[in-house]
């Protein structure tokens, strides 16, 4: 968020937001959608909603070349803070998935070994996004990112019920 919302600024000085702010406000936002996201899949089946997510996420990095080259703060502000909102609300439906599908006797270690890798896949995204942002232009470094959601809704829709 921050090298996005700097590029920004840089190209737009008359624009004057706080990227600090605005960072933490559209981060913070993922709060929201994971609540959100919790709500909704206890009318709807959690892998569904899951799919919903990674679908909508994975499209934003798609399409993020055009929202993110166009000179509207406006729309770049609320391109981003629906990304932030949909990139973040599968998580808490996986580690539900895995609570309702995972033997008794492995749910624990179940549970924390998906929750360790996706940590261990956000900070390998940040650390790509940060890498391909020096190398792509802060316009297209999301776009390699829609491998992410693509394989995860291969992973939900051939059969399994977890994918981590």
Sequence with gaps: MPVLLAAYAARHPAAHFSVPLLSFGIIGAGS???????????????????????????????????????????????????WGLVVVA?????????????????????????????????????QLTSWLALRLGPEWFLVPLALGPVLGLWGLW????VVG
């Design 32 to 82: 929201v959608a994971c609540v959100g996201s919790g709500l909704l899949s206890q009318v709807m089946p959690a892998r569904t909603v899951a799919a919903g997510a990674l679908a909508l996420s994975g499209l934003c990095c798609v399409v993020s070349p055009v929202v993110l080259g166009s000179g509207s703060a406006g729309l770049r502000l609320g391109f981003l803070e629906f």
């Design 90 to 126: 599968d998580s808490p439906l996986f580690s539900t998935l895995v609570a309702r599908h995972a033997p008794e006797a492995t749910r624990g270690t179940s549970l924390t070994i998906v929750n360790c890798l996706g940590f261990a896949l956000t900070i390998v995204s940040i």
């Design 158 to 161: 051939r059969g399994r019920e």
